[in-house]
């Protein structure tokens, strides 16, 4: 009873830092990413899953799993078993590295910029309702906006009227993904699912001119400041299905399925500009709920097999961004012309635990983890295509013998590039930029062994 009553406190503890995470999100958002990719739409997309699924290449729409959170696919809640509560929680940290190839008149350069963050990642629990009904929640990050740059404009009829003048771009915010939902198993070899997603965050972009070498009259000059921000609250809904045609005591083989309805975003958005001399003038400052921008339907299939000593699993993801947002455009700097593209993605994913029963060493226990995953990315850059790719790995540590718990340790290298590696604008080459990153991600699973909900009898 006593050990009951503690599984209850830690578990009550866990629910009321959950705002407090989402709190934490948005409070350090400008260091979630770095990314010039970033400066569009809403910003760079976050990977799913949590770390033990991410250290697989990010698999787990099929992963029928009684010891963790299937943050992917609702119909994995049906999968709790009854005397379980289950909980995820996990951090990310990460190192950016871009480079982008510089065509100037005399000679050819590269210039590089770097940049670590750290950030939650994910908060999620699963919990029985009744035989074969279980709900989940989780709340994850959706995408992530921060960048910054600058160029310097040294043009003879800028130069000669006032001087050199230094142009800004900075931005920052995020989106956070609240999913709750119910899975439904009414057999060990058929479950399905439905969720609930909510859509919250706020970013900001910011476009700056600033009179660096003032060389002609003796007024001041001053700052001009231009300031969008967007606040995204938007609810959509996710559908999910598992099929077992192998269920067996020594091993499960899983097809599963999911399907999110898209729908337009309608962000509201403001729209100012600052002047900065004496005092800080506001000179435009106007509301603009007409943004086009949609959230894709998105389609994900997936076959997972898994027995004591081995997992491995494969998804597809299909994202509609293209065909969902067919004319929208965005034009920023000097005439890129940012589209939207359909993104196909396709992760890969195993496990291995060399003797789960192992009393005497403990590294047989623990579970080795490898993954890739490949695809587009949601935007184009004057037509040009991205392509990015992502190599992982991890480990799980148990925490018990013969127990589910586990602290998770994954590591993840990627690499973003678009495909023509220069685009023309206003008749100038300019370079594409190459995108690098490498994250550590450490998680915890747990009370997937614990036995909770007993209703004990004394004599």
Same mark, same amino acid.
């Given at each position: 009873m006593q050990k009951l009553n503690k599984q209850i406190f830690i578990a009550i503890i866990a629910l009321v830092l959950l705002p407090m995470g989402a709190m934490a999100q948005t409070l350090t958002s400008s260091i979630n990413t770095y990314s010039p990719y970033s400066m569009y739409g809403l910003g760079e997309l976050a990977t799913p899953g949590n770390v033990a699924m991410r250290s697989m290449g990010g698999v787990g729409v099929a992963m029928w799993s009684g010891g963790m959170v299937n943050? #992917?696919?609702?119909a994995g809640y049906g999968a709790? =078993?009854?005397?379980?509560? #289950?909980?995820?929680?996990g951090i990310e940290g990460a190192h950016y590295q871009n480079s982008q190839q510089k065509y100037t008149s005399g000679a050819n350069g590269k210039s590089k910029t770097a940049y670590n963050s750290i950030n939650i990642h994910d908060i999620a629990f699963q919990m029985p309702i009744a035989k074969g009904l279980g709900f989940g929640f989780s709340l994850t990050p959706y995408s992530n906006v921060g960048y910054t740059m600058y160029r310097d404009d040294v043009s003879p009829e800028i130069a000669g009227n006032l001087g050199r003048v230094r142009y800004q771009y900075y931005g920052e915010g995020d989106v956070t993904e609240v999913k709750a939902g119910f899975g439904w198993a009414p057999s060990k070899r058929f479950s399905i699912g439905a969720a609930m997603l909510y859509y919250w965050g706020n970013i900001e972009r910011n476009y700056k001119s600033v009179p660096m070498d003032v060389v002609t009259g003796s007024g001041e000059f001053s700052t001009t400041t231009g300031v969008d921000?967007?606040?995204v609250s938007r609810i959509k809904a996710q559908f999910g299905l598992m099929v077992n045609p192998i269920y067996t005591s020594q091993r499960i083989l899983t097809l599963g399925a999911t399907y999110d309805i898209g729908g337009s975003l309608k962000p509201k958005m403001v729209k100012s500009v600052y002047v900065d001399n004496v005092l800080t003038s506001v000179v435009r400052d106007e509301k603009d709920n007409a943004l086009p921008l949609k959230l894709p339907m998105q389609v994900a299939a997936g076959i997972f097999y898994q027995d004591s000593r081995f997992r491995a699993g494969v998804d597809y993801v299909y994202q509609s961004w293209g065909s969902d947002n067919t004319d929208y455009l965005e034009s920023y700097g000097?005439?890129?012309?940012? %589209?939207? &593209?359909?993104?196909n993605t396709v992760k890969a994913g195993f496990e291995i635990i060399p003797k789960y029963s192992d009393v005497r060493k403990y590294f047989n226990r623990v579970a080795y983890r490898v993954g890739a995953r490949y695809g587009g990315y949601y935007h184009t850059f004057a037509g040009s295509p991205v392509r990015q790719l992502a190599l992982t790995a991890g480990?799980? #540590? =148990?925490?018990?013998?013969? %127990?589910r718990s586990s602290i998770?340790?994954?590591?993840e290298y990627g690499v973003r590039k678009a495909e023509n590696?220069?685009?023309?604008?206003?008749? &100038?080459?300019?370079?594409?930029v190459k995108q690098e990153h490498f994250k550590l991600s450490i998680g915890m699973t747990m009370f997937g062994e614990d036995k909770w909900f007993y209703r004990f009898k004394f004599n």
């Open positions: 943050i #992917l696919n609702p709790t =078993p009854r005397q379980s509560f #289950l909980f995820n929680f921000t967007y606040d000097r005439g890129v012309n940012v %589209g939207y &593209a359909d993104v480990v799980g #540590l =148990p925490i018990k013998l013969f %127990g998770d340790v994954g590591f590696d220069f685009v023309m604008i206003n008749n &100038a080459k300019v370079g594409t």
